[in-house]
T-cell receptor, first 111, second 117 residues
């Protein structure tokens, strides 16, 4: 049972524009949400997180928005750069340690 | 620190053979996780350990899969017998507990790509 869903398997965006990645979840008990980034032949690396008590968290070019009523979160990358081309995973946790991941979204930033 | 180290990076085997994947977590990390990545399901948690003790193995697909952590610096994931549907990338990750969820993020290894023919 997939409790974290990323319905867009891929996203293509021009360099300098905004990338918006979406994630939906079904478990209202999730209390932390994270985004991971993965390059080919490497393991995922942590990007940014947000607590369920907040609705926005910003770190440089990356901003995560949380809409608890809609059980939806999104990651905004502004401006997009070629090095942002990667697979992005959304993840959520109820209790410490058990992160549940979505299927991932492949982002391609074109010149 | 060298990060989380996994071996082998690539494994090709025939159906029915035993497969053993290995992981060395980051020194000082007291949580260790095994994940499997497939196109259809993304990253699935198979099992995780805290202080070498298995805490939750509900994600282990079936009895053909087993995981051990004999000490704080080593873990194995074994598949016996292997089947073609086990083909995937298997990731090991570790973290340091003691803080709020989300603050103690996982550090992943580079993964072991398994192909079962």
């Amino acid at each position: 049972d997939q409790q974290v869903k990323q319905n867009s398997p891929s996203l293509s965006v021009q360099e300098g524009r905004i990338s918006i990645l979406n994630c939906d979840y079904t478990n209202s008990m999730f209390d932390y949400f994270l985004w991971y980034k993965k390059y080919p032949a490497e393991g995922p690396t942590f990007l940014i997180s947000i607590s369920s008590i907040k609705d926005k968290n910003e770190d440089g070019r990356f901003t995560v928005f949380l809409n608890k009523s809609a059980k939806h979160l999104s990651l905004h990358i502004v401006p997009s750069q070629p090095g942002d081309s990667a697979v992005y995973f959304c993840a959520a946790t109820v209790s410490w340690g058990k992160l549940q991941f979505g299927a991932g979204t492949q982002v391609v930033v074109t010149p | 620190d060298a990060g989380v180290i996994q071996s082998p990076r690539h494994e090709v085997t025939e159906m029915g053979q035993e497969v053993t994947l290995r992981c060395k977590p980051i020194s000082g990390h007291d949580y260790l996780f095994w994940y499997r990545q497939t196109m259809m399901r993304g990253l699935e948690l198979l099992i995780y350990f805290n202080n070498n003790v298995p805490i939750d193995d509900s994600g282990m697909p079936e009895d053909r899969f087993s995981a051990k952590m004999p000490n704080a610096s080593f873990s194995t994931l074994k598949i016996q017998p292997s089947e073609p549907r086990d083909s995937a990338v298997y990731f090991c990750a570790s973290s340091r507990g003691g803080g709020p969820p989300g603050a103690n993020v996982l550090t992943f290894g580079a993964g072991s790509r398994l192909t079962v023919l």
